[in-house]
């Protein structure tokens, strides 16, 4: 597989369920298994949860990822690794609730995407302090 196979993306993890250290760690395991190489890696941040009320914080933080999978095949590997993790569903119009992971594609080379699917560049990860914080750590 030559270099030009290879895409950049760039992924929030977030977890405020279960023993959530443990279970960014796997994430980012099966991330290398499954997705590519996972060549840079934020520190973990606690953080409040975002859009919704609970009593459990989240750990949150963001990996670069090199990875032969298209965005679509990125979406599928990536909700393939929530659910083999325990996540049972996704937030729908915005009504979140915790959960033991969270893996969100923020960017992806330089696509922009706009399907029912998936929108890329992430549109809320502006918004989000946990997600940009360990963005701007990473990035480049």
Same mark, same amino acid.
Not at 14 to 33: E, K, P, Q, V
Not at 114 to 129: C, G, I, Q, V
């Given at each position: 597989?030559?270099? +030009? =196979?290879?895409?950049?993306?760039?992924?929030s !993890?977030?977890?405020? !369920? %279960? =023993?959530?250290? +443990?279970?960014?760690?796997r994430a980012? =395991? !099966?991330? &290398?298994?499954? /997705? %590519?190489? /996972?060549?840079? $890696?934020?520190a973990?941040?606690?953080?409040?949860?975002?859009?919704? $009320?609970?009593?459990?914080?989240?750990l949150n933080?963001?990996? @670069? /990822?090199?990875? #032969?999978l298209? #965005? $679509? $095949? *990125?979406? +599928? +590997?990536?909700? &393939?690794?929530?659910?083999? *993790?325990? @996540?049972?569903?996704?937030?729908?119009?915005?009504?979140?609730?915790?959960?033991?992971?969270d893996?969100?594609?923020?960017?992806?080379? =330089? !696509?922009?995407?706009?399907?029912?699917?998936?929108?890329?560049?992430? #549109?809320?990860?502006?918004?989000?302090?946990?997600?940009m914080?360990?963005?701007?750590?990473?990035?480049?």
């Amino acid at each position: 597989m030559s270099s +030009a =196979d290879i895409h950049t993306a760039y992924l929030s !993890l977030g977890s405020n !369920l %279960g =023993d959530r250290h +443990a279970t960014m760690c796997r994430a980012i =395991d !099966l991330l &290398g298994r499954e /997705v %590519g190489t /996972v060549d840079r $890696q934020s520190a973990m941040l606690e953080t409040e949860p975002w859009g919704f $009320q609970s009593a459990n914080k989240f750990l949150n933080m963001c990996v @670069r /990822v090199l990875t #032969p999978l298209s #965005p $679509q $095949q *990125l979406l +599928a +590997a990536t909700q &393939g690794i929530e659910r083999e *993790l325990g @996540r049972m569903s996704k937030s729908v119009d915005g009504h979140y609730h915790d959960r033991p992971i969270d893996i969100d594609i923020l960017m992806y080379d =330089d !696509l922009h995407i706009n399907t029912p699917e998936l929108t890329l560049p992430h #549109p809320l990860m502006k918004e989000r302090d946990f997600v940009m914080i360990p963005l701007r750590e990473i990035y480049g």
